[in-house]
């Protein structure tokens, strides 16, 4: 049985066939996170999509190439260079070192290709002179250079692929600045923007005059470098849908690179919102967390992991605190079952896998349906706690659970009990309470050694010295 995704170009669900003659490789693409801030869990559920999306195709034997662009020029970048009264490349170096440590944080397979956008003026210049040459660009007196619409649906082109638009609304030659605008406005967008004073130091040469680039032509750019001008998959959460996904295909088509009239992507995936306690995440709300304030509440990058892989991609996802520790007693149970496993199954050889594997390989197959497949996996769990409650289990059948359990989690990457890692806010403590001890402050020690136990974690005395340990 194939694979199958749902395509929101045709709005079906398709069967996954690569471009790739052979049908090996799969070139997939993913918008990355805008470095200005730090992810929060919304953005994260998205990653983890996409790191689903590929340690899926992976256990499916495809040889992907995965590429995630890092935006570091765009209007929220030149915005908070200005607040943070700072340069460019501080602001961006900064929120992207933090945003990989995220990523190793919660497991996600490193992307292949990680191009940023202030590397790739020449080939954003040069795909605006397409545009220019194909008659889809147009220069304003200030320098600035937009897509225009009405010429594009005058060379018989489709503007509107992935959401319904209307055009009755349209005013013709109407331009919009700005890189993120009101839903479902049909407006010129900004290939190139002029340099203006509140760009500060951040501008390039071009051949209409210094400015920078949109942020739209940026993944077209970028993604057609690194994939080829006709790729597999583009990823992102719903909200790129429009304006960001319909641009970069008018771009992209626009600029007619592709052979043979194929698609600058074939299958185009999107993620749902995330709630964060039954709202919309906002700061006012007290409900906005990044992944660090996760992290400092106790909870590990594998239990988030795991809560933000609950639910199927397009589905809205409800994500609390009480959510967190669900998840943490579930994975305790997985815990338990395989270290029981590991007893069990000594230095025994794995012979075939669990026929847990096919059920799992034939839900995720559906459309990636994660949700159905955390069920059998829990149905097995606890299967196998039965068997090993009735000694029913020999050595080489627990060598198979375990090797099924392997190829189970090369695609969940929620990791075994050994790789539990401890938060590095959390070692912060317990280097602070050890201080405290020598110090004598025996108050302030044990007061650490609460919040570490409201956090989770006890503290265990090792030969190598103290040591954090999740409470049972
Ligand atoms: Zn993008």
């Not at 008018?250 to 299958?267: D, I, M, T, W």
């Not at 659970?401 to 590095?424: F, R």
Request: aromatic share 10%; hydrophobic share 40%; net charge negative.
């Amino acid at each position: 049985m194939g694979l199958k995704f749902f395509n929101t170009l045709t709005r079906a669900v398709e069967e996954f066939v690569p471009l790739d003659p052979a049908g090996k490789r799969a070139g997939m693409y993913c918008c990355g996170p805008t470095v200005y801030d730090f992810a929060h869990v919304g953005n994260w559920r998205t990653f983890l999509f996409g790191d689903l999306v590929r340690r899926y195709l992976e256990f499916k034997g495809y040889a992907v190439n995965h590429v995630m662009n890092v935006t570091d020029i765009d209007d929220k970048i030149i915005k908070r260079v200005s607040e943070m009264n700072s340069s460019l490349a501080e602001v961006t170096g900064k929120f992207e070192k933090a945003f990989l440590d995220d990523l190793k944080s919660l497991n996600c397979r490193v992307p292949h290709g990680m191009p940023h956008a202030t590397e790739h003026i020449p080939e954003i210049v040069a795909l605006i002179e397409k545009l220019m040459a194909q008659g889809l660009a147009y220069r304003t007196p200030d320098g600035s250079v937009y897509f225009s619409i009405e010429k594009y649906r005058g060379q018989g082109r489709q503007y509107g692929q992935l959401v319904k638009l209307n055009f009755e609304e349209m005013r013709a030659g109407e331009r919009v600045r700005h890189d993120e605008y009101a839903k479902e406005a049909i407006a010129d967008f900004a290939l190139w923007k002029a340099r203006v004073p509140e760009d500060g130091a951040v501008f390039w040469p071009s051949p209409w005059g210094d400015g920078r680039p949109g942020w739209h032509i940026e993944c077209s750019a970028m993604s057609m470098k690194l994939l080829g001008p006709s790729f597999d998959l583009h990823l992102g959460g719903e909200d790129l849908m429009f304006p960001h996904h319909e641009d970069e295909i008018a771009q992209s088509e626009g600029a007619g690179l592709q052979p043979n009239h194929q698609r600058f992507v074939k299958y185009w995936l999107h993620g749902a919102h995330l709630l964060v306690e039954g709202k919309k995440m906002s700061k006012s709300l007290g409900n906005f967390f990044t992944l660090r304030d996760l992290l400092a509440k106790g909870f590990t990058g594998r239990e988030i992991r795991y809560a933000l892989l609950q639910a199927h991609y397009r589905e809205t996802f409800n994500f609390t605190l009480d959510g967190l520790a669900s998840a943490r007693a579930a994975l305790m149970r997985l815990d338990e079952c395989l270290a029981k496993l590991r007893e069990l199954a000594g230095d025994v050889k794995a012979g075939d896998h669990a026929p847990v594997l096919g059920q799992f390989s034939a839900l995720l197959d559906e459309d990636l349906n994660i949700a159905g497949a955390w069920g059998v996996i829990f149905e097995w769990v606890r299967d196998t706690n039965r068997r090993l409650a009735e000694n029913s289990l020999d050595a080489a059948a627990a060598a198979s659970a375990l090797a099924t359990w392997e190829k189970l989690d090369s695609v969940l990457g929620v990791g075994a009990l050994a790789e539990v890692e401890v938060p590095p806010e959390l070692n912060a403590l317990l280097e602070a309470r050890q201080a405290a001890r020598k110090a004598k402050d025996f108050k302030r020690a044990d007061a650490i050694r609460d919040e570490l136990k409201a956090k989770g974690w006890v503290i265990e005395d090792t030969p190598k010295g103290p040591r954090l340990k999740r409470a049972a």
